[in-house]
């Protein structure tokens, strides 16, 4: 835990310690079972993006993996990814992988040698996070499952928040490891960040989030239905909320105030919808720009601006930290992450970059050692190993995407209308 001056921030991790796949050393040790629930693009990859928790799972224990079920209710989808895998490299990890079609059956069917050290959930949010079926699959996994490790993705639900906040007292009451997808947590450039301030003593003043999507290609109906998706904030620009309370700490809720462009005003006429809106109620089609403010509890401030607005395939994606005399810029840490830095002394910024940074890898390998810490196999071994981002603190900013949709809706000038 990284101390300043007046708070207790954050767990960090020594960015030193966050190795690229290509510098693995695979040493010997037990068979490593892994369940995924899920066999979409977030587990096994796609043309959209860098995820693919597959491909880092591969390259984290190497011979060792065995991919032990596959959940899925489409048997098609699950059998053209395994298909593939068979077909390549990895294809003794997968030779022997069950399809199921839900958790039950999995439960159910599995042997003992099957059971699952972890499970990877790509399961969409709407299935999590909830305390009664069919939202209710992190309760269900400690019921059926007890021993395995859980890695979720974000948002940790689309449901009340007052449900996934029970279901995180349950998981840690439960003591499994368990990390949320927030990523960006383990980016070498967001650790440098945090190392700065702590080798300086500073306090952040405040934080400025920039996200700005190219929507052209963003093709998918849900996406545009905030009935479905929950709406840009909360499915898109969670990362940035999420990577603004890492930074800032925790915000009081009562004070986010927001402001929106919506469809059917003049500047939210767009040039390039990739899809028919028309089909989509008036009252759930998304916001094109949004701008948010908001109080952290110790004082500082906090902004976002999200935009739906640019062309083409590449976002715009930014986050400023602001400390007495510091200014920390992080440009597209999705992709090609840069950190621009003026410090006390000089008007100019030095620049910082992070070639080959993995922050989906980071994440993963990082929760991979600390479910394996105490095994006999890393005695001896440097780990550097802590969950940045748990249930419970995930939980705080899915509210915080929450309470700033509200609070734009809210606000709106001109209400939904044809």
């Not at 020594?14 to 068979?31: A, C, N, R, T």
């Not at 490593?32 to 990859?45: C, E």
């Not at 439960?174 to 949320?180: E, Q, R, Y």
């Not at 952040?204 to 849900?222: H, L, N, Q, S, W």
């Amino acid at each position: 835990m990284i101390h300043t001056q007046s708070q207790r921030r954050r767990s960090s991790i020594d960015p030193s310690k966050l190795q690229p796949m290509f510098k693995v050393e695979h040493k010997p040790g037990p068979q490593f079972n892994v369940m995924f629930i899920g066999a979409g693009n977030i587990n096994f990859g796609s043309d959209e993006g860098p995820w693919n928790h597959s491909a880092r799972i591969e390259n984290k224990w190497g011979t060792r993996l065995r991919v032990t079920a596959l959940i899925d209710p489409s048997k098609e989808r699950a059998d053209k990814e395994l298909e593939k895998k068979r077909a390549s490299f990895v294809a003794v990890a997968y030779n022997d992988t069950k399809w199921f079609p839900n958790l039950a059956e999995a439960h159910a069917n599995l042997s003992p040698a099957e059971q699952p050290d972890a499970v990877i959930v790509g399961a969409p949010p709407q299935f999590r996070g909830g305390l009664n079926p069919p939202a209710n699959l992190e309760l269900d996994l400690l019921e059926k499952f007890p021993d395995a490790a859980l890695f979720l993705e974000k948002p940790v639900t689309t449901g009340p928040s007052a449900e996934a906040v029970e279901v995180g007292k349950k998981i840690a009451a439960a003591g499994n490891v368990v990390s949320v997808g927030y990523m960006l947590r383990y980016s070498r450039a967001v650790q440098t960040m945090i190392k700065i301030i702590e080798e300086n003593n500073l306090t952040v003043m405040g934080t400025v989030a920039r996200y700005i999507a190219a929507y052209e290609k963003i093709a998918k109906d849900d996406w545009w239905d905030k009935s479905r998706s929950c709406g840009p904030i909360v499915e898109q620009a969670t990362h940035f909320c999420d990577l603004s309370r890492y930074f800032g700490g925790d915000v009081s809720l009562d004070t986010v105030q927001a402001h929106s462009v919506e469809w059917n005003e003049e500047p939210g006429k767009l040039s390039k919808m990739p899809i028919d809106e028309e089909k989509i109620k008036i009252e759930d089609r998304i916001p094109r720009f949004t701008t948010a403010n908001w109080k952290y509890d110790t004082g500082a401030v906090g902004t976002l601006v999200h935009g739906v607005a640019l062309h083409d395939t590449d976002y715009y994606t930014e986050l400023t930290v602001y400390t007495d005399g510091h200014q920390l810029r992080l440009v597209d840490p999705y992709n090609n992450p840069a950190l621009y830095v003026r410090k006390p002394g000089s008007n100019a910024e030095s620049h910082m970059s992070f070639a080959n940074d993995d922050c989906f890898y980071s994440e993963i390998s990082n929760w991979g050692d600390e479910i394996e810490k105490h095994e006999e196999h890393n005695q001896g071994e440097d780990l550097d190993t802590r969950i940045l981002s748990t249930y419970e603190d995930a939980v705080q900013s899915y509210e915080l995407t929450w309470a700033i949709r509200n609070a734009a809706e809210a606000g709106r000038k001109f209400p939904a209308q044809n």
